[in-house]
């Protein structure tokens, strides 16, 4: 049998009707760009995350990067952040301008190591940018006292991790503007490319409306700020409503899938396999399930041998790659680098059948047992 390291094919039988509805809705209708399935999908969004705002955009780099134009973030300016992440962390500091400060990561949870942010602020200082890797939401309560102290602004990078647990409320709603994306394999994801900023700053989301839309003011013509083409489709608009109408089934699956991996790998920790750890008062949406392995290439030859598909998530610091070099302050990020070499993610998704992921399980435990 094939194994597939995502599947979204199941995902969508059991939602066809539904959503096959909604797009022809939209082919009737017509309204293809900023049509009524655009407004849902936001009322629904801040309603699940529990914001105040909710804004829909055209991906999860175009969210971050609509977050630092609305803070006034640019040349000047530096941004704490982490070294581990998807480049678009980077990238999006680079745009505008601002100088990413790289923080070494917790070697335990692959999130920004909190304990290190306050040594790295200087008077340039404008924003801390932590990333909710893997699913799980970084230690947000000690990111916003340490930008309280010191004024400064806290975004969320959470692409990975939309709607988690987090101390009784949810990722993408734990700091000033929290950021994710919808691409089609992330937890929840749309047909194309999708993403969303959420604020709870009347005075923000105003600012974040009008650059999703070239900086727009009153009317089509009048522009009081340089803003970008951010715009959702409504037909992405008109997925993600219906999907997110599943969402808390998935996430109960997804929670499920995890809890059998590490059961199955526990016995593996005196091989050096390390499964991922979820702090007691967060929880993870499991955008991917990793694990870290001292021999990471003969892992993945041995499960391709099995028909098992793997992935890195993230085989280099984002400082190290040949177009960010030079470009920021860097820390030291040693356990950023070792996690570089030694993680590993396994399929993951919420229609996984016991019959796959026992598979998955079976070619784990054969690299070792």
């Known amino acids: 049998m094939s194994i597939p390291f995502i599947d979204l094919k199941p995902q969508y039988q059991a939602l066809k009707s539904e959503i096959d509805e909604r797009i022809h809705r939209v082919l009737e209708h017509g309204q293809f760009i900023m049509g009524p399935e655009v407004r849902e999908c936001e009322e629904n969004l801040k309603k699940f995350i529990g914001s105040r705002h909710a804004i829909a955009c055209s991906n999860g780099t175009i969210a971050l990067q ?11 300016d530096e941004v704490i952040t982490t070294a581990f992440s998807f ?16 923080v070494d990561i917790d070697p335990e949870i692959y999130n920004i190591d909190t304990k290190k942010i306050a040594s790295a602020i200087t008077p340039k200082t404008k924003a801390i940018l932590p990333v ?3 699913g799980q939401p970084s230690d947000m309560d000690e990111i916003n006292a340490i930008a309280k102290k010191h004024k400064l602004f806290v975004i969320e990078d959470a692409a990975q991790s939309f709607g988690a647990p987090y101390k009784n409320r949810r990722s993408c709603n ?29 005075a923000l989301a105003e600012k974040l409306l009008s650059i999703r839309v070239h900086g727009m003011g009153t009317h089509r013509y009048q522009h009081p700020r340089v803003g970008l083409n951010g715009r959702l489709d409504s037909i992405q608009c008109a997925v993600i409503s219906t999907k997110l109408s599943r969402y808390p089934w998935e996430l109960e699956r997804r929670n499920f899938i995890a809890t059998k991996y590490t059961q199955a790998f526990s016995e593996l920790a005196g091989h050096g396999v390390r499964t991922p750890k979820i702090l007691a008062d967060r929880g993870s949406v499991w955008a991917q399930y990793t694990l870290w392995v001292p ?10 041998e099995k028909g098992v598909p793997t992935a890195v998530h993230y085989p280099m610091a984002m400082c190290d790659q040949d ?19 030694h993680v590993v993610s396994l399929p993951m998704y919420p229609d996984m059948t016991s019959e796959i992921q026992n598979q998955v399980i079976e070619a784990v435990r054969c690299v070792y047992l």
């Open 132 to 134: 909710s890797l893997y």
């Open 174 to 202: 734990l700091s000033d503007i929290g950021c994710t994306s919808f691409f089609p394999a992330k937890p929840l994801g749309c047909y194309g490319d999708g993403g969303a900023v959420f604020t709870n700053d009347d």
């Open 295 to 304: 021999d990471r290439s003969k892992f993945q030859a041995k499960l391709q």
């Open 66 to 76: 609509m977050a630092l134009m609305a803070l006034g973030i640019g040349p000047g």
């Open 87 to 102: 480049i678009a962390t980077a990238e999006v500091l680079l745009l505008v301008g601002a100088t990413p400060v790289y």
């Open 323 to 341: 177009a960010y070099r030079n470009t920021g302050r860097v820390l030291d990020i040693k356990s950023a680098r070792l996690a570089a070499e």
